[in-house]
């Protein structure tokens, strides 16, 4: 009998069954299969040894087995599952001796001969999640196998393809949003806010992942119906709620989320003109840490291209644990990032008084950006390009409620709890209207 080691790839009963069908084998921790067959071959005395694994199902194979004369300088390898690259050597010791310090990984080895009978992996564990934050439930899991698989609650359990083992493991996304995955034991201890933390990452898709939500929000926009009829033309066979009336951005945005059955949803707002070829299957990244997803949208007034009155893909949670907004913006309160895709245009020069106070809202942020933050000098732009008379509908609505945002910004001197007075509609109403009788 040849010398015997077992790598220890956990699965504990399987382990205690191998040992009974071979008791010579010595457990040996698992590594990479260069590194292990490399110190390994200084402790065998017989002319070749075996490497087995934990991993493996062992049931009916012949450990008796012997390679033909012509194949004795060959590494014998079974391949595990559908993995070529298996976890079952017979390994020549004096052959694996003369090539091992001329090689980096085992792959390099000259003389492979992988065998056409493979033997069945042990199943992957399975952890079945409902947060948002794929990374905190991975931070929080004990691995105690070679891999885990994690999906969502409710999404279809994907076929499983066996992993390499033989040097580091790829963390593997079986979904397009990254929600179901094939985690390594390697992971452990690497990861901070995000997947992308580690360094090998890759994708084997099988689904597209969950369909999101879209809520329409509307209050009185003159528009209101016609851009929801056109978004359900284009947001065909899915599921659309629609929030009508709430006064106060916050509490709509709330509503929203509660109607919401997935961890993100579409928010449309209603001066959107949604974009014909708006691809409603784009999904959120799970890899990420959780955030809202800000579009763009094209302003017909004055030719910008930004975020304001564009889609937004919100994370649910994110919003219903806003409780506060302090500053101007209740999408900036939260981690966020932008979407560099169209998501239609922002009719909102519908009649001068939906023109102004949707110019008086944006220019007194981004005026407030501008003297409180590090700007940039695209948010510089937008500001001057709101106070420029282009000349379409309405235009000259946009300019006055532009220009009369940066007199209330210097009549307050930038105060936040009154800037915050451009949230209340019958404040807003009332600046107007005094602005318009003088």
């Given amino acids: 009998m ?17 040992l009974k069908q071979v008791p010579t084998a010595k457990v040996v921790r698992a590594q990479d299969y260069w590194i292990l067959l490399h110190r390994l071959a200084d402790r065998v005395v ?35 599952s559908d993995q070529k690259y298996g ?47 794929l990374t905190s439930v991975i931070k929080a899991t004990e691995f105690y196998t070679p891999y885990v698989l994690f999906r969502r609650e409710n999404s279809e ?98 509503a929203a989320a509660e109607l919401s059955k997935t ?21 959120p990244d799970y890899w990420q840490e959780p ?13 910008l291209n930004y975020g304001h009155q564009a889609l937004i893909a919100y994370n649910k949670n994110l919003v219903l644990s806003t409780t506060e907004v302090r500053d101007l913006d ?7 990032t932008v979407v560099p895709i169209n998501s239609g245009i922002a009719r909102f020069n519908t009649d001068a008084w939906t023109t102004w106070r949707t110019a008086f809202r944006e220019v007194l942020k981004l005026k407030h950006y501008v003297q409180t933050r590090t700007s940039t000098l695209e948010t510089k732009v937008r500001l001057e390009s709101w106070q420029i008379d282009s000349g379409a509908p309405f235009s000259e609505d946009s300019v006055r409620g532009a220009q009369d945002a940066l007199d209330y910004y210097a009549e307050v001197q930038g105060d936040l709890e009154k800037l915050k007075l ?11 209207e005094a602005r318009a009788s003088n």
């Fill in 263 to 283: 961890d993100w949803f579409f928010a449309v707002f209603a001066k959107l003109e949604i974009a014909q070829n708006f691809n409603f299957d784009w999904k």
């Fill in 87 to 133: 976890d079952t050597f017979l390994v020549p010791l004096t052959a694996w001796k003369q090539q091992r310090n001329n090689i980096g990984k085992l792959e390099d080895y000259e003389h492979i001969n992988y065998n056409h009978d493979p033997l069945p992996r042990m199943p992957v564990p399975e952890v079945i999640y409902i947060s948002d934050n």
């Fill in 422 to 432: 451009s949230y209340e509609w019958a404040w807003l109403k009332q600046r107007y």
């Fill in 2 to 18: 040849h010398d015997i080691f077992l790598i220890d790839h956990g699965y504990p009963e399987n382990r205690d069954k191998i």
């Fill in 46 to 80: 017989t002319s070749r040894f075996w490497v087995l694994s934990t991993c493996v199902d062992y049931t009916d194979f012949d450990f008796n087995y012997e390679p033909p004369p012509w194949e004795s300088y060959q590494i014998h390898c079974w391949p595990s």
């Fill in 330 to 336: 209740f999408t900036l309160e939260a981690p966020h």
């Fill in 157 to 254: 359990k994907p076929q499983i393809p066996a992993q390499k083992l033989w040097e580091k493991q790829c963390l593997v996304s079986l979904s397009r949003d990254n929600s179901t995955n094939l985690v390594p034991r390697q992971v452990a201890g690497t990861l901070n806010k995000q997947i992308y933390d580690y360094d090998y990452l890759t994708r084997q898709f099988q689904s597209d992942g969950e369909a999101l939500d879209i809520v329409f929000i509307s209050n009185g926009e003159p528009n209101a119906e016609k851009n929801y009829e056109r978004l359900v033309s284009i947001a065909r066979n899915r599921t659309i709620h629609r929030v009508k009336d709430i006064t106060g951005r916050n509490l709509a945005y709330r």
């Fill in 291 to 303: 955030k809202h997803y800000i579009f763009r949208a094209a302003n017909p007034v004055n030719g």
